[in-house]
T-cell receptor, first 115, second 115 residues
Framework: AQSVTQPDIHITVSEGASLELRCNYS??????LFWYVQSPGQGLQLLLK??????LVQGIKGFEAEFKRSQSSFNLRKPSVHWSDAAEYFC?????????????FGKGTTLSVSS | DTEVTQTPKHLVMGMTNKKSLKCEQH?????MYWYKQKAKKPPELMFV???????INESVPSRFSPECPNSSLLNLHLHALQPEDSALYLC??????????????FGQGTRLTVV
C-alpha cells in the first residue's frame, strides 16, 4: 500500500536560516508527489508538485523540492526562512495504479521560526 | 478564478440538528472531494465525486451525506452528529480525478463544533 512518512514532527529554525523538511514515500510505480502548507485553522495551499521530468522542482514562496527515486524521498527545501513560513507542512502522494484514489498525506511537520 | 469557496467558515450545531456544508468552485474541475481533519492530524478522505457521481466513499458513517447537484457545487449534509465529529472539514477540487497529472485545490475549510 502507498504511504508517506514525514520523520520530523516538529522543527524549529532561526529566521534567515536554511530549511529542509523530509518526506519518504512507499510506492511501486512512478509517484505523483506534492507538498502542501497549512496555516492554523486554514485550508491547504499547494507549494509544489512532481509528476515527471526534472527531479528538482521549484514552487511558490521560494520553496523547492528534489525527487530522489533511489532514496524514495521528496524533501522540501528553502534557502532562507521567513517568520511567515511558520506553519504545518504536509507531503502527499497520489497513486497512479489505483484510479480514483485521492491524495495520501503524511502526518505533517510543524515548522516554528525563531527570531 | 482559482478558488474553492466553502461556507460557512464556522458552524456550531447540536447533536439533534441538521445542517449542511457548502463547497463551490468555478474552475471547471470535474472531481471534488470532502476531507475531515482533526487537530494536529493530516486530512482524511471522506468522499470523492467524479463528473457529479460518487466515486469513493471511505466508509463514512451515514450521518454524513454528500451531494453533488452540479459540476460546480458540492454539499455535505450533517445529521445527528456526535461531539467526536467536531473537526475542520475541507473541500477540494481537481481538473480530473486524482491520481495522475493533476493537482487538488483546497478550500479554507469549515470549522465544525458539535455540542
Amino acid at each position: 500500500a502507498q504511504s508517506v512518512t514525514q520523520p520530523d514532527i516538529h522543527i524549529t529554525v532561526s529566521e534567515g536560516a536554511s530549511l529542509e523538511l523530509r518526506c519518504n514515500y512507499s510506492y511501486g510505480a512512478t509517484p505523483y508527489l506534492f507538498w502542501y502548507v497549512q496555516s492554523p485553522g486554514q485550508g491547504l495551499q499547494l507549494l509544489l508538485k512532481y509528476f515527471s521530468g526534472d527531479t528538482l522542482v521549484q514552487g511558490i514562496k521560494g520553496f523547492e523540492a528534489e525527487f530522489k527515486r533511489s532514496q524514495s524521498s521528496f524533501n522540501l527545501r528553502k534557502p532562507s526562512v521567513h517568520w511567515s513560513d511558520a506553519a504545518e507542512y504536509f507531503c502527499a502522494v497520489g497513486s497512479a495504479n489505483q484510479a480514483g484514489t485521492a491524495l495520501i498525506f503524511g502526518k505533517g511537520t510543524t515548522l516554528s521560526v525563531s527570531s | 478564478d482559482t478558488e474553492v469557496t466553502q461556507t460557512p467558515k464556522h458552524l456550531v450545531m447540536g447533536m439533534t440538528n441538521k445542517k449542511s456544508l457548502k463547497c463551490e468552485q468555478h474552475m471547471g474541475h470535474r472531481a471534488m472531494y470532502w476531507y475531515k481533519q482533526k487537530a494536529k492530524k493530516p486530512p482524511e478522505l471522506m468522499f470523492v465525486y467524479s463528473y457529479e457521481k460518487l466515486s469513493i466513499n471511505e466508509s463514512v458513517p451515514s450521518r454524513f451525506s454528500p451531494e453533488c447537484p452540479n459540476s460546480s457545487l458540492l454539499n455535505l449534509h450533517l445529521h445527528a452528529l456526535q461531539p467526536e465529529d467536531s473537526a475542520l472539514y475541507l473541500c477540494a477540487s481537481s481538473p480530473r480525478l486524482l491520481p495522475g497529472n493533476t493537482e487538488a485545490f483546497f478550500g479554507q475549510g469549515t470549522r465544525l463544533t458539535v455540542v
